[in-house]
């Protein structure tokens, strides 16, 4: 396997000792996605949220940071599972957050159990991104939100481990991924200088 495929497919499932200090790089290098998140969320404690692909789970300490909620999140790597529950350990054991193994092509939850739904620098890595977008509109309740931070594609273009491994997208595309799941409304903010986008999808009422 070459460098770049290596370095590729840790970012879409981190493992072990390496797949735990690129996820801290993230953590670092990202920033201004993770806050582009959390400054959109009316974080209260009746709200709902599910977030996929956690990583190390630095997202729900910044929510938590700010208020508390009910977050469950689903990862395909059972090493970010542990080490999202290591580092968010006592809201786990206070009951706030529930971490699991789970991939959001194919989810076990119910229809319309979440207010919102997140997730950052994941949709690259999904096997069937059409079947993704449904299955998170199916669990989002009526008027829910689904929150998807993504380096742009241009960003992207300019990393050497992206060339495969990676689906990427331009606004246009996240916008037809949204409608064609029947999302009602679809809207994209800049995070930093085309560092990265916050594509908005809401659920309409009926
Ligand atoms: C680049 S990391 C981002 C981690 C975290 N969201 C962050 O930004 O700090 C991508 C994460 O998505 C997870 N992942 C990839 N495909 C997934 C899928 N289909 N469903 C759930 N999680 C997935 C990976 O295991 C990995 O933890």
Redesign the pocket.
Known sequence: MKISEYIASQ????RGVIGRI??WS??RA?NV??KGIVSELNIRDSLRIL??????G??EKLIMKKGKCNIEG????ED?VNAATNNNRKYVEDGYIKFGI????SMDYEDESFDVVT????IY???QTDK?MSEIFRVLKPGGVFYN?SLTKENLDKVFYTKSGFKKFNEDEYKKLGINAGFTKVDIKPLGNKYGLLVICEKGLE
């Open positions: 970012c879409g499932n981190p690129m996820t993230m953590n990202n996605m993770y977030d996929i692909g956690f990583g190390n630095y997202l689903i990862d395909i790597s970010m789970g991939d959001c092509c997730t950052m620098n994941t890595f999904w096997n993704g931070a």
